[in-house]
């Protein structure tokens, strides 16, 4: 087995940062309830008109996944593959669809991670929630379709693998302008207890039954990541 070490890729984070885009104000719900209206039409048609006319198709291709993956027992089967003797890791100020974009411009294309909600697929996307979950909804129009055919709520040793198109600017939640088609992108939905809802309300963050929550999200994004072919671990999350 190789000896794994971890190191802080510095020139990493500078190029995620430089490509961190400003993030749109618009608080208004009935602005972003339009989004996901005009998602679903778009969904619907199979892609839509870029700024210079051309059509740009955002159908999942035959053989797209979208699936659930369970975790398995702690000390079960270890991650497969290749180990790596090192692995970069950086904590970078950008949001998760622009770190998503960069590494796919550098030629190192990552599973992005959605900080998913585990009993309704998008969170409050149609409500025009401002979370992480429905941002992601927001510029991904396949997202949400493809979430709602999963079976939730989302066990808290589960996570969901999909494929999508990152089809719209972070900044104005418009359609990437000619010469930015839509990037294909995947995505890992895992859920960390929600304290708030009634399943939750006998733990407290830190105890036992917290902790193994979390672990078996943490071990199911993971293994959804590997067995689905990020065979270099590359993944990023963010806000």
């Not at 291709?61 to 979208?66: C, K, S």
Request: charged content about 25%; aromatic content about 6%.
């Amino acid at each position: 087995m190789v000896s794994a070490s971890f190191v802080l890729d510095d020139s990493l984070r500078d190029a995620l940062e430089r490509a961190a885009v400003p993030r749109p104000n618009s608080g208004d719900r009935n602005f972003l309830t339009s989004v996901a209206r005009e998602n679903y039409r778009m969904v619907k048609a199979g892609g839509y008109q870029d700024s210079a006319g051309r059509w740009q198709d955002i159908r999942l291709p035959t053989g797209a996944r979208n699936c659930t993956y369970r975790a398995p027992p702690p000390g079960g089967r270890r991650l497969g593959g290749t180990s790596h003797a090192l692995t970069r890791v950086c904590v970078a100020n950008c949001d998760t669809a622009s770190a998503g974009r960069a590494m796919a411009g550098m030629g190192q294309p990552a599973v992005m991670l959605n900080f998913a909600n585990a009993h309704h697929p998008g969170g409050g996307y149609l409500r025009g929630a401002r979370a992480q979950e429905e941002d992601l909804c927001r510029l991904m129009p396949p997202l949400y379709s493809s979430l709602k055919r999963l079976r939730y709520p989302l066990p808290p040793d589960a996570a969901h693998y999909t494929h999508t198109f990152l089809v719209r600017s972070p900044t104005t939640y418009e359609a990437e302008p000619a010469g930015r088609p839509p990037l294909p992108a995947a995505i890992v939905s895992a859920a960390m207890p929600d304290m708030k809802h009634a399943s939750c309300k006998r733990i407290r963050a830190g105890d036992a039954e917290w902790t193994r929550q979390v672990d078996g999200a943490i071990r199911a994004a993971l293994h959804a990541a590997r067995d689905e072919g990020a065979r270099r671990g590359h993944l990023c999350w963010g806000r």
